[in-house]
């Protein structure tokens, strides 16, 4: 493997990184000391997101102190792989170099087992000066705690934000007020809002855009989660993925879902179910909801509800449920608030707000959404926000629309009806 390894590090440090890597909007520090670990789901920007670090870098060092290494990489087997032979293989290429002055950037290193003592060992002995990246959070955060304890700082980083969307297209985002291009980021956030926000589909004619959705959808559900768990009921757990495309924005409940099996005639077990839902949490394929609650006890009984991790997906597997913009909306608000690194949860006491916000623990934000408000719903979506102000001693909320704009004071709680374009864009 030490030979493979030298032709994978020698391979990086000869080739030129596109002259031109799109910034994202998540800041990491270069220099901190500690192992700067980012977590997101499979094809959000992840590596590219490592060659605009690697391009910093670059401006104020010499390619050759930085080692890339992609774990997918077919040449390394992982029969014969040690993670020591990264760095004798460094050391025999470069004899001169000092090891403690490299920068270690590791692509989805959960493809490996006991990274995490190797990475320990790397900051203890050679350098603190470590990026990783990985598709599985469970994996990731149980190695984080249990073997660098304390020694990382966690990032995460989903597909791209309505801001990052129009930045690719190189739309404006500060010009909320020409009539033109009000018009413009409209259109481009219904476009957003159907096609999702995966990097590498932003300029696919609508065919490809689909196959390559459902190609990820392929690998994460075969790579991430049947291989790496050896799944043997694999009809089982794709019906659950159809199932929770079709209830995006709804509550899930697994024993109903349990039950309806069974009245189908497919035997598996409850704890199996549950089993298969945190697979999908873990490969950040699909967002749970928890409803709130000061209990901790209360929040993990309640049902939670469910939400896609991009909404191309719902357009890419279910064209019928794209077309009800309400749930779709909803389901772009989460991902949304996730991309702005939010603690969210939902909220019902006798009527449902979609979104409650915290912040250090305390409520923060009030948050509803519905596509289409008019003088059948308005009263229905106002009570949402009203009755989680009360419950929570707050006197204003947003109410997230399609096109509407305005701001009403009903019951002293003031509540202001934002476009999502506009609320997108001001984030």
């Known amino acids: ?9 020698k391979d990086f440090h000869t080739t030129k990184l596109k002259k031109e890597v799109f910034t994202r909007d998540l800041k990491v520090p270069i220099n901190s000391g500690k192992v700067i670990t980012i977590t997101g789901p499979r094809r959000s920007g992840k590596s590219m997101f490592f060659h605009s670090l690697i391009k910093e870098l670059e401006a104020k060092s010499s390619k050759k102190k930085i080692i ?16 020591q032979d990264i760095l004798d293989a460094y050391s025999q290429l470069y004899p001169e170099m000092e090891l403690s002055e490299l920068y270690f950037f590791f692509d989805e290193i959960q493809e490996m087992e006991d990274w995490g003592k190797f990475i320990r060992r790397l900051t203890e002995t050679v350098t603190s ?10 994996m ?14 966690v990032y995460h980083l989903y597909p791209l934000s309505f801001k990052e969307y129009c930045g690719f297209k190189k739309i404006d985002t500060e010009d909320l007020y020409s009539t033109k291009n009000k018009n413009l980021l ?15 589909t932003v300029f696919f004619n609508e065919d490809l855009r689909i196959k390559t959705l459902q190609s990820y959808t392929d690998v994460m559900l075969y790579r991430d989660i049947i291989e790496r768990f050896d799944i043997k009921n694999i009809f089982v757990l794709k019906d659950m993925l159809r199932r929770f495309v079709a209830n995006t924005a709804q509550t899930f409940s697994t024993n109903k879902y349990f039950n309806d099996l069974k009245s189908r005639d497919y035997k598996i077990s409850k704890d199996k179910l549950y089993e298969y839902a945190e697979y999908f949490r873990d490969t950040f394929f699909v967002h749970q909801l928890p409803k709130y609650s000061a209990s901790i006890a209360k929040q993990a009984q309640a049902l939670k509800k469910t939400y896609m991790i991009d909404t191309g997906i ?44 915290t912040e250090k623990d305390e409520v923060d934000e ?14 229905r979506e106002y009570k949402g926000i009203l009755s989680a102000a009360k419950h929570f001693n707050k006197t204003k909320g947003i109410l997230i629309t399609d096109m509407i704009e305005d701001e009403i004071i009903v019951d002293g709680i003031k509540i202001s009806i934002i476009p999502a374009w506009k609320w997108m864009s001001n984030s």
């Open 1 to 9: 493997m030490i030979e493979i390894l030298k032709n994978i590090i």
């Open 68 to 83: 890339y290494i992609n774990f997918e990489d077919d040449r390394i087997i992982k029969e014969k792989f040690k993670f």
């Open 129 to 138: 000066n470590i990026f990783i990246t990985g598709s599985s959070a469970k």
């Open 140 to 153: 990731l955060s149980a190695d984080i705690v249990s073997t660098l304890r304390g020694r990382s700082l």
């Open 186 to 200: 409209y259109s481009t956030y219904q476009e957003f809002m159907k096609k999702g926000g995966y990097p590498e």
């Open 314 to 357: 719902i357009s890419a597997y279910n064209f019928s449920l794209a077309q009800n913009y309400g749930f779709v909306l909803e389901n772009l608000v989460c991902n949304e608030l996730l991309k702005r690194d939010k603690n969210i949860f939902y909220q019902k006491n006798g009527y449902e707000c979609d979104f409650v916000t």
């Open 366 to 379: 009030l948050i509803q959404v519905c596509y289409d408000l008019n003088d059948n719903n308005k009263k």
